[in-house]
């Protein structure tokens, strides 16, 4: 029950199949991200060549090998076969060696923080750090006997189907809002919401308000991912509490980037961005923004979207927007759901996280049970 020394090479093959009969398309398209995650590959990729894609069929492995710091890379435990981008690898567990790894051991070991250190250490490049398959087919791991391995996998298994069916439950609470929604579209005549929101140019002159955000394409202020001078905000516009901000910008964003202030407390935002109050006594802010950040009005900021070298969709834009506008029991019992989903929805990201956090300690509790079996058949 020892631990034995082998390199990747020995345990693992590229396989980088082509899709060149083109049996899998835009739906099938997926990338790999640095949380570990296959999620769909976003934008418009109607027009790319798909059979110059690679397969990733079920229990194969994705990783992208550009990168710095973290490596993108994912585990297909599904029953589905995806496509990825030519420039992504796609590798799996040898034949020969299925008796000696078990392949979501592998996924375990590969999401550790432990293996992005030494990832980027090995990775080489100037502009873009590379991390080269033979390199990685080059490098040695030390592996638990197999019923150990199934052990922790097991663990990590059923972890993994907690959260997969928190998940269900999640996408069928988002479907009852949907159906509401649409229902709403159905009944009640749509309204333009310009009546009811105010546009808003208060500028921080006294510099009063150092709390300055920026603003993402996950409908939520953030913290500015460019370095802010926070002694010259004079110029930046407030956004006070409920307030709604958005960037007119839509060309680099795809989606509208948008937020409402719930921080209860003034901030300030670029003096790029519209900033626009809403009448409470008629709708209701959350739900004003939950319409605005459904993935139809993304498409519909686009369409209305205008500009030759940038796409914009301004304020007077904004204000064309029509929506039903029921009464506020109503609004407030479609909110009330809404943020049951959020809420939700952040408890499942927070599971995701606990699971890719556990890996090392599985990962280090099974060399640690193999190394303590080791030390026992030695000593007897």
Same mark, same amino acid.
């Given at each position: 029950m020892a631990l034995t020394k082998y390199k990747f090479g020995d345990l693992i093959e590229l396989t980088n199949q082509k899709n060149d009969d083109v049996c899998y398309g835009e739906d099938d398209a997926i990338g790999v991200n640095i949380d570990k995650i296959i999620i769909p590959m976003r934008g418009n990729i109607s027009e790319k060549d798909f059979s110059q894609f690679h397969l990733v069929p079920p229990r194969h492995f994705a990783y992208n090998p550009r990168g710095s710091r973290k490596?993108?890379?994912?585990? !297909? *435990?599904?029953?589905?076969?995806?496509? &990825?981008?030519?420039?992504?690898?796609?590798?799996?567990? +040898?034949?020969?060696?299925?008796?000696?790894?078990?392949?979501?051991?592998?996924?375990?070991?590969?999401?550790?923080?432990?293996?992005?250190?030494?990832?980027?250490?090995?990775?080489?490049?100037?502009?873009?750090?590379?991390?080269?398959?033979?390199?990685?087919?080059?490098?040695?791991?030390?592996?638990?006997?197999?019923?150990?391995?199934?052990k922790y996998v097991d663990v990590y298994n059923a972890m993994l189907a907690n959260q997969k069916s928190y998940e269900r439950g999640l996408d069928d609470l988002k479907l009852v809002c949907d159906a509401y929604i649409e229902d709403l579209r159905r009944k009640i005549p749509c309204?333009?919401?310009?009546?009811?929101?105010?546009?808003? !140019? *208060?500028?921080?002159?006294?510099?009063? &308000?150092?709390?300055?955000?920026?603003?993402?394409?996950? +409908?939520?202020?953030?913290?500015?991912?460019?370095?802010?001078?926070?002694?010259e905000l004079g110029s930046y516009k407030i956004v006070k509490p409920y307030d709604f901000a958005f960037v007119p910008t839509t060309d680099s964003w795809k989606v509208l980037a948008f937020s409402f202030n719930t921080f209860e407390k003034d901030i300030v935002v670029s003096p790029i961005y519209e900033v626009f109050s809403v009448d409470k006594d008629k709708i209701i802010p959350e739900y004003l923004a939950m319409w605005l950040s459904r993935t139809e009005f993304d498409r519909y900021t686009r369409f209305h979207s205008w500009g030759s070298a940038r796409e914009n969709f301004s304020y007077e834009d904004m204000c064309n927007v029509s929506i039903p506008i029921p009464k506020k029991n109503i609004q407030k019992s479609i909110v009330d759901i809404y943020n049951a989903y959020k809420e939700r929805k952040s408890i499942n990201e927070r599971l995701k996280t606990q699971i890719k956090d556990i890996c090392p300690i599985l990962i280090k509790g099974s060399i640690e049970e193999a190394m303590e079996a080791e030390n026992v058949h030695t000593a007897v």
């Open positions: 490596l993108g890379i994912g585990f !297909n *435990d599904t029953e589905k076969t995806y496509i &990825i981008t030519f420039n992504d690898n796609v590798f799996r567990i +040898k034949e020969a060696a299925k008796n000696i790894i078990i392949d979501a051991y592998l996924f375990m070991y590969l999401c550790r923080k432990e293996w992005d250190r030494y990832a980027e250490y090995i990775s080489w490049g100037s502009s873009t750090e590379v991390f080269d398959w033979n390199n990685f087919c080059e490098e040695e791991i030390k592996l638990p006997p197999l019923p150990i391995q199934q309204e333009s919401i310009g009546n009811y929101i105010t546009q808003k !140019n *208060d500028r921080n002159t006294d510099k009063s &308000i150092d709390y300055v955000m920026g603003l993402s394409t996950q +409908k939520k202020f953030r913290e500015p991912q460019s370095r802010v001078n926070r002694d």
